[in-house]
């Protein structure tokens, strides 16, 4: 951004008039006249004021001038798509943290049901295999209870790298 303000008023600059200043001294000898020398001294200043440029300093300042927008377009860009990166990150720790909450009800639930069973399978109310997938039911329950639990980390990981922290 600050490049391309820089290149809007350098282009802006070549309207201006350009002036500049010099000195130059010169010492001549000669050696088949010993006395004679010739010694020179100027000193001035230069300016240059380019009054017509056939369009070619315009053309210059409109380019470099939409360079300017362009950039602080995606500037907005930029910051827009950050905000809505810690729009979701934050929506989606929320998410997770949800998900988190009725993933521990479930593996509760699971695990409470599998004893249940296992009475009901010790007094010859239900059979084993009810046992076994009640087994497997806690069991994929666990398991999805620390992904939810994986998952919300990752979520506040990613909402912390994305606020700075």
Same mark, same amino acid.
């Given at each position: ?6 290149? $809007?008023?350098? +282009? ?6 350009? &002036?500049?200043?010099? $000195? ?13 020398? &010739? ?49 979701? +990150? ?25 004893? +249940? ?24 329950? &666990?398991? %999805?209870? &620390?992904?939810?639990? $994986?998952?919300?980390?990752? %979520?506040?990981?990613?909402?912390? +790298?994305?606020?700075?922290?």
């Amino acid at each position: 951004m600050a490049a391309a303000r820089a290149a $809007a008023a350098g +282009a802006r600059a070549d309207r201006l008039p350009t &002036a500049g200043a010099f $000195a130059e001294a010169s010492m001549v000898r000669d050696q088949f006249f010993p006395d004679y020398s &010739a010694n020179a001294a100027t000193v001035g200043v230069r300016a240059r004021w380019q009054l017509y440029s056939g369009g070619r300093v315009g053309g210059r300042i409109a380019e470099t001038s939409a360079e300017v927008r362009s950039a602080e377009a995606a500037l907005r860009a930029a910051d827009q798509q950050l905000e809505a990166d810690v729009i979701s +990150a934050f929506q989606d720790v929320r998410t997770q943290a949800l998900v988190r909450d009725a993933a521990d009800a479930q593996a509760l639930a699971a695990a409470e049901a599998l004893a +249940a069973v296992g009475h009901e399978v010790r007094v010859g109310m239900k059979p084993q295999l009810a046992q076994l997938d009640a087994a497997r039911e806690n069991i994929a329950a &666990a398991a %999805a209870q &620390a992904q939810a639990r $994986a998952d919300a980390v990752v %979520a506040r990981y990613r909402l912390a +790298a994305l606020l700075g922290r």
